[in-house]
């Protein structure tokens, strides 16, 4: 089975600082995919970033990027430029690559990051 | 871009009363959707999968006859809280998966449901 770790519940980072979230995974799967999403006070799910496991090169989304790391199973987001719209909760979900809609996302925990003024 | 449409997205009921969420495809097909529940500060959990014109898949844990799910046509499925208690109050929020394997799902802005 997938596991998906978020080892950092709490975040904080000064406004216009860098931040970087950790995220691990464990699976046996060679083919899927890994996402960032935003979950800001309104609890709207936004997706941040994406990135397909075959491909080696780091997914980045304007101030948003990745850091991917197939062998050692890690996925951090860095989040450049940090603003206050960045507060919010920001999870790392894990799906297999599968034909069909059938297509689950393992989740991790969250972390919850704070952008001081 | 594909949108996902949830109604309502707030229901304050007494006890005992059924509360019927709605989930929409607005601009795609969906065969499958999600449904999760979410509590304060915690994460997205899986409660069920919602299959077009079947039954649908539930979760270890979680009561078919409490959480009741319906998936009548490709662009709408429907949960209903039966006789809802306080401990049911939660934030519901569905997802839909669009036909191509490598795109991500597409959210409901969720339902917050308070139970007196």
């Known amino acids: 089975a997938q596991t998906v770790t978020q080892s950092q519940p709490e975040m904080s980072v000064q406004e216009a600082e860098t931040v970087t979230l950790s995220c691990t995974y464990d699976?046996?799967?060679?083919?899927?995919?890994l996402f960032w999403y935003k979950q800001p006070p309104s609890r709207q799910m936004i997706l941040v970033i994406r990135?397909?496991?075959?491909k080696q090169q780091n997914a980045t989304e304007n101030r948003f990027s990745v850091n991917f790391q197939k062998a050692a199973k890690s996925f951090s987001l860095k989040i450049s430029d940090s603003q206050l719209g960045d507060t919010a909760m920001y999870f790392c979900?894990?799906?297999?690559?599968?034909?069909?809609?059938?297509?689950?996302?393992?989740w991790g925990l969250g972390t919850s990051l704070a952008v001081n003024p | 871009g594909a949108v996902v449409s949830q109604h309502p997205s707030r229901v304050i009921c007494k006890s005992g009363t059924s509360v019927k969420i709605e989930c929409r495809s607005l601009d795609f097909q969906a065969t499958t959707m999600f449904w999760y529940r979410q509590f304060p500060k915690q994460s997205l959990m899986l409660m069920a999968t919602s299959n077009e014109g079947s039954k649908a898949t539930y979760e270890q844990g979680v009561e078919k006859d409490k959480f009741l799910i319906n998936h009548a046509s490709l662009t709408l499925s429907t949960l209903t809280v039966t006789s809802a208690h306080p401990e049911d109050s939660s934030f519901y929020i569905c997802?839909?998966?669009?036909?191509?394997?490598?795109?991500?799902?597409?959210f409901g802005d969720g339902t917050r449901l308070s139970i007196l």
């Open positions: 990135q397909e496991a075959y």
């Open positions: 997802s839909a998966n669009e036909g191509v394997s490598n795109q991500p799902q597409h």
């Open positions: 699976t046996s799967e060679n083919n899927y995919y």
């Open positions: 979900a894990f799906m297999k690559a599968q034909a069909g809609n059938n297509r689950k996302l393992i």
